[in-house]
């Protein structure tokens, strides 16, 4: 998986500071998690094809998670769109679309499909021939969900080697792959473990933001590769955490230890503070594997 | 009147490219004429204390005119303003903010008053101290208005050095101001344009956008200092202008020159166009005083 932070600030947009979208590169897919403002810019900016985001996961209808996708559904429109777009959110979105749709006159040519949700628990909310995406209920002044991507398991892996050793016809690939054992011409029974490798490891994303801090999370992302979760406040402000129900930094890496994740990424970091590194800082103290959300900065995992 | 051109590309905001909006000051006061998306952020670069803005005026419904209006007002919010904002623009617009601020369970704390526009004919919609506005009912795919601004003739200036002259009590100055002759503690008449020099002439600015080439639109806009009009296409694109409701450059310039504009600016280009400077050259045709708008550009007229 690929993940590229479009914009990863709390509250509103500023110069060189964008709010929360990200851009999740997953089997080969993309997809886009929360669409603030001037996520359409940024895209244009980084340089990404865009018109391949098939899947928009919207948390909640904070503004600086949302603002920028009625623009970016236009801007699909203008560019001749025509494949379908799919926006998951709360209950709510279609109608704050659709009404601009309709006062600017400006349907859109391709199939615009809203999967609005209103559930408490968690729920299977998409399930592709490559990933399946879970909702995870957060704790927020509005309704708002995370989202849980995981890839599903691929083929079992050739063997070259062995398959030219034992004289294994093309035709039994796609059973190999699939874990069938096989039968040469002369009969004999190869097991599938002798001609494959086991598929790749998959690797699953878990986006949190915005919550307060839900110690129950952590069952739901147990183990997964990697974790964003938000860390609007650094501890001096944990007053502020509780009023606004934000996390702060130690908090989000509580949920990191207690799920032992492979990785924690922290963002949404309310613009008073001037050097981030404090965030790392406290993180550690719970959890080590930490690292800062930045507009543009890419991760692999 | 100084004029900031903050967006002035068509369809959709690119790299270095915002969509329409432009910042007036007029006798001190800051309006905000249209707002596409990332307008906050342009101010924001532009260094502007826009929390000074009170009357936003929204052309059309068009994403390109308006996208960024949400994201603003939630920002006032953010920032704590307390003075009132209008807001004018066609009928809808008050549905489509107030149905996001609903859903994001986030009222503003100051007040909000939308002044919504149906009205097919020229008409006065504001009558502020110092200056006026007026709607320019253009010719466009939806209800579309542009704005007249007009400054009011302010005071007399007082000439100092016949004030000393006469030994003018300082109790006068308000009188002379406005144009009274005065009584001297002797009796003596002595006329007002004797101590006082005219008002500076008064300004008008009009905003001319989107819109199909309107030939009855010279007769609004009469003798404006600047007129601000579309020019989205080029000769070559005549077509595609009568097509979508938009203008040509030689289009705007007829427009200027029929009204006998003090000076032309064209914007609202075409992303097809990687040399602008066929706009003028096109328009110079007509009429000759013509700029281009450019994002950041600043006229002071």
Known sequence: MELTILGCNAATPRKNAQTTAQLLEIKGQ????????????????????FARIQHIFISHLHGDHFYGLIGLISTFRLLGRSADLHIYGPKGI????????KLAKSWTDYKLYFHELEATTSELILDHDKFTVETL???????TNGYL????????????????????????MEN???????????????????????????KSYAFCSDTAYKPDLAAMVEGVSCLYHEATFLDNHQDLALKTKHSTAKEAALVAADAKVGQLILGHFSSRYPDLNEFIVQAN?????????????RFVF
Do not use: W
């Open 285 to 297: 103290t719970h959890f080590s594997k930490v690292s800062l959300a930045e507009d543009g900065k």
């Open 176 to 202: 190999l792959k699939q874990g069938k054992d096989i039968f040469l011409e002369d009969g004999t029974l190869v097991p599938n473990a002798t001609l494959t490798n086991p598929p790749d490891e998959t």
């Open 94 to 101: 279609k109608e704050i679309i659709t009404l601009q749709l």
């Open 149 to 172: 991507f995981r890839e599903k398991i691929g083929p079992r892996k050739i063997n070259k080697a062995m398959i030219a050793n034992y004289g294994v016809d093309v035709s039994d």
């Open 30 to 49: 993309l997809v886009l998690i929360d669409c603030g403002e001037g996520t359409q810019i940024q895209l244009r900016k980084l340089g990404i094809k």
């Open 137 to 143: 209920p957060l704790d927020h002044r509005v309704y």
